[in-house]
């Protein structure tokens, strides 16, 4: 699947994440921009785990930003889905944006 | 009851360390229309992991008159917290619908219909008017609670410190409650820096029968507990009135005074209770 509208989720604040998609072109890939706080650390699990989510939803043609204030992996897995879902157009019970 | 933003990951996990005694994740009233999808998902992926300590984990839905509630539950049903708190209960005929959808999303989970309990917010007019019928007739319903800033909007009238504009609803809530024998919690108390206002109102919702009060910051939990937690003069008290009438009662004695004052039945279900609350037993 590709991103049909961009879409965000998540916020600036401490122990949050804020995830922007972009729909890319046919057969662009994927781009993943990842900063965190605690990349030094936390880095690789971080990229795993959107890596990972991305699959699931076997998303394609995707710039994905992700700034990270210390999120937890819940916290990260959320947003990220959230997003998603946004981006898909499938945002269910809740006002759209 | 501690009030936490379902879309606050911050506060969520830290939600178990302040001490209180149930937890409720809000989805209803503190997170923005736009921002519903996002507080459902974080929840549901907070609520598996996070260690509450032993807080009881309650939390509340949006209406399902409301283009949320219905996704709302096909989330966190599934999740069984301890509780399921539903706002602006209004009738009977609400709840056994609302009933009939979580059933449905716990047969297709095969989850049991007995382990997750339901409250019910009476936070209008016509809620507090069949107060008495959402109480008592359902036997997953196990406590009641009033939304006073609700309620307030919706008879018209500004919020006074003193609360008297519903303090009938108050006390009716709470008849309804106790004639259900179901729990009855006072609604929050908006002024986090006003302590000697959160207190005055908990000792007065203590008197008049709430079994606790909601909170909407950490900072009003201790005033809470230091109002709803017996002295140990109480204690001790208790604790004599019940031994004492033990010792009478198999000496096939009914009533019997302890410094002079007449012990009957009432005054000792009132200490077996304070007991209870305080966790102690009689030897």
Do not use: W
């Amino acid at each position: 699947m590709k991103p049909k509208i961009p879409a965000q989720a998540g916020t600036f604040e401490s122990s949050d994440v804020i995830v922007l998609i972009e729909p890319l072109p046919d057969k662009a890939g994927r781009k993943i921009e990842i900063s965190s706080s605690v990349m030094q650390q936390f880095g690789e699990s971080f990229t795993k785990i959107v890596i990972d989510l991305l699959d699931q939803f076997e998303m394609t043609d995707i710039h994905l930003i992700a700034k990270d204030k210390g999120a937890l992996e819940p916290t990260i897995k959320a947003r990220l889905e959230t997003a998603i879902k946004r981006s898909l157009d499938l945002q269910e019970g809740t006002l759209k944006q | 009851m501690l009030y936490i933003p379902g879309n606050n990951p911050a506060m969520i996990q830290q939600g178990g360390i302040y001490g209180a005694d149930s937890i409720l994740l809000d989805l209803e009233d503190a997170v923005a229309l736009n921002q519903k999808d996002a507080a459902r998902t974080l929840v549901r992926n907070m609520f598996k992991v996070t260690d509450f300590y032993d807080a009881e984990v309650c939390v509340r839905v949006n209406h399902l008159s409301t283009p949320f509630g219905l996704a709302d539950l096909e989330e966190i049903v599934p999740l069984q917290p301890s509780a399921i708190r539903y706002p602006k209960t209004e009738s009977p005929e609400e709840v056994i619908e609302l009933l009939n959808i979580i059933e449905r999303i716990e047969d297709r989970h095969n989850l049991p219909h007995n382990k997750m309990t339901l409250h019910a917010m009476i936070e209008t007019a016509m809620g507090v008017q069949n107060v008495f019928n959402i109480a008592s007739k359902f036997s997953r319903i196990d406590a009641i609670t009033i939304g006073g800033q609700d309620l307030t909007a919706d008879m018209n009238i500004i919020p006074t410190p003193d609360g008297i504009g519903i303090d009938f609803a108050r006390k009716r809530i709470i008849m309804a409650a106790k004639a259900s024998h179901i729990d009855v919690i006072d609604t929050v108390f908006p002024d986090v820096n006003d302590e000697e206002g959160l207190r005055r109102e908990t000792e007065y919702a203590k008197r008049i029968g709430f079994t606790g009060k909601a909170v909407i910051n950490p900072r009003q939990i201790d005033i809470v507990h230091e109002v709803y937690t017996p002295t140990e003069e109480e204690i001790r008290k208790a604790y004599r009135i019940v031994r004492e009438f033990r010792m009478n009662s198999a000496a096939g004695i009914g009533v019997f005074a302890i410094d002079g004052k007449m012990i009957d039945a009432p005054i000792v279900a009132r200490a077996e209770y304070l007991l209870r609350l305080a966790n102690v037993t009689v030897d």
